[in-house]
Nanobody, 115 residues
Framework: QVQLVESGGGLVQPGGSLRLSCAAS????????MGWYRQAPGKERELVAS????????SYADSVKGRFTISKDNDKNTLYLQMNSLKPEDTGEYYC????????WGQGTQVTVSS
């Protein structure tokens, strides 16, 4: 059974950092495209970052380039999103997604950037 469990969200001041984790089970994470998405209140869900193939090639939305880093620990079967220099517009629910083969979503973790 495929499961994706996000953690690491919270309240942070502008300019701060958070690291989100997505623990995967039921499949081998390194063999699939994985992505982090976010959904702000009243807006559509958007792709923030992807690890595109098993070699770890990455892609980012323009709004987060240079501030966010997606990575994975194959031994732990876990996906990460390091978020630095956070802005209020980064606020939203963050989801990880198995983006190739059969697709699956995690339940999400809330990130709030506010002073």
């Amino acid at each position: 059974q495929v499961q994706l469990v996000e953690s690491g969200g919270g309240l942070v001041q502008p300019g701060g950092s958070l690291r989100l984790s997505c623990a995967a089970s039921g499949f081998i994470l390194r063999a699939y495209v994985m992505g982090w998405y976010r959904q702000a209140p009243g807006k559509e869900r958007e792709l923030v970052a992807s690890i595109i193939d098993p070699t770890g090639r990455t892609s980012y939305a323009d709004s987060v380039k240079g501030r966010f880093t997606i990575s994975k620990d194959n031994d732990k079967n876990t996906l990460y999103l390091q978020m630095n220099s956070l802005k209020p517009e980064d606020t939203g629910e963050y989801y990880c997604k198995k983006d190739s083969g059969s697709t699956y979503w995690g339940q999400g973790t809330q990130v709030t950037v506010s002073s």
